[in-house]
């Protein structure tokens, strides 16, 4: 079931960022009295009223600067409106109706998006201030009054927005098929990917990035396995408005990614990882998905006996989180290595299912806590009491302990390590939650 996406736009200054964190509940967002300095999209999840919804906080609009800095923020928000399903439009009742607050109002309009507008800095309780009704005049609909310093009608305003939300549906296809998101920068060869595969193009491909404008889901049959692959949107081409594609394509891979079983990260040989494919990595394995990292374009490397391997090295440097996703080396152009891609997919969706005996899985822990002894402070030491797996996709482990205090995260690496030796799970995260228990 995907989230709904809700925008946080406004002009610099109006206090976004602060209102990000009071909605999210954890300081996330950088706040500081200095217009622009949240320079890039920041994401997270909130929950309203049974709700799960995705908050994306964005650059301050200044529609008619110049400055290359508030240019490329008004760029993320711009991204982020197409992207969302709901607007919060936020404006300083100190300040009062500027002319950037119309600008800003008539471009959000033009969206056709559900637009909420949230008027800042209402600091007190009771009769709201005079100023407040002036911006009736943007014709955005009744004002609500918050505070996001001190959380005053926070509540009124996710009300609001939550009349908004689409309704929720669960994911259309059937059980026995496969989804999987093919994720990544634009050009990286997502779409000559999903042609070659199909062996036919029903996805445009350019050298132009952003050239496929929504996600595309395309069903394939092979050996028996339906298989569903989303083509994750790149951005359109507005004129000079989307210059810096590439730093645009995250939020288009959120509902790919929370769709999917399977999460093929496509990484451009020829450039490496970037920056921005450590950003879409890392959502995929925030979200909890089976993963394969996917070298495209590997025919235009030049090559000798070492070349893969450093590159396989790089990306597990750069990709240090996920050193647990196997990689394959593909050339969506000439289809070499493609049909290898498939036993991956069926590997790792497998990996990502397994269950594991509650006995089999406290014999691998107590050979580990005898090969290496847990931690300990001031005197105490860390006691693994009793380990089960909670869940699957991904595999979840409950480990309960005297102390959860004393559970280093250097030692829940170590019995992630030891685990994923006994058993394999190549191809997915796993997930630990620590529980606190006295021996009876």
Known sequence: MSK???????????????????????????????????????????????????????????????????????????????????????????????????????????????????????????????????????????????????????????????????????????????KVAIIGKPNAGKSSLVNKILGENRVIVSDVPGTTRDAIDTYFEKDGDKYIFIDTAGMRKKGKIFENIERYSVIRSLTAIERSN???IMIDASEGVTEQDTKIAGFAHEQGKASIIVINKWDLIEKDDKTMHLFRQEVMNKLSFMTYAPIAFISAKTGQRIGKLFELIKYVADQHSMRISTGMLNDIINEAVVKVQPPSDKGKRLKILYVTQASVKPPTFVIFVNDKELMHFSYQRYIENQIRSAFGLEGTPLRFIIRERSRE
């Open 4 to 178: 709904p996406i809700v925008a946080l736009v406004g002009r610099p200054n109006v206090g976004k960022s602060t209102l990000f964190n009071k909605i999210i509940g954890q300081r996330i967002s950088i706040v500081e009295d200095t217009p622009g300095v949240t320079r890039d999209r920041i994401y997270a999840e909130g929950e309203w009223l049974g709700r799960i919804f995705t908050l994306i906080d964005t650059g301050g609009i200044e529609p008619t600067s110049k400055d290359e800095i508030l240019t490329q923020m008004r760029q993320q928000a711009e991204v982020a409106v197409e992207t969302s399903h709901v607007i919060v439009f936020l404006v300083d009742v100190k300040d009062g109706l500027t002319a950037s607050d119309k600008d800003v109002a008539n471009m959000l309009i033009k969206s056709g998006k559900p637009i909420v507008l949230a008027c800042n800095k209402v600091d007190n309780i009771g009769e709201p201030p005079l100023e407040l009704y002036e911006f009736y005049n943007l014709g955005l609909g009744e004002p609500i009054p918050i505070s996001s310093i001190h959380g005053l009608g926070i509540g009124d305003l996710l009300d609001a927005v939550a009349e908004h939300f689409p309704d929720a549906v669960d994911d259309e296809y059937d059980e026995d098929i496969m």
């Open 262 to 264: 399977v999460c093929l």
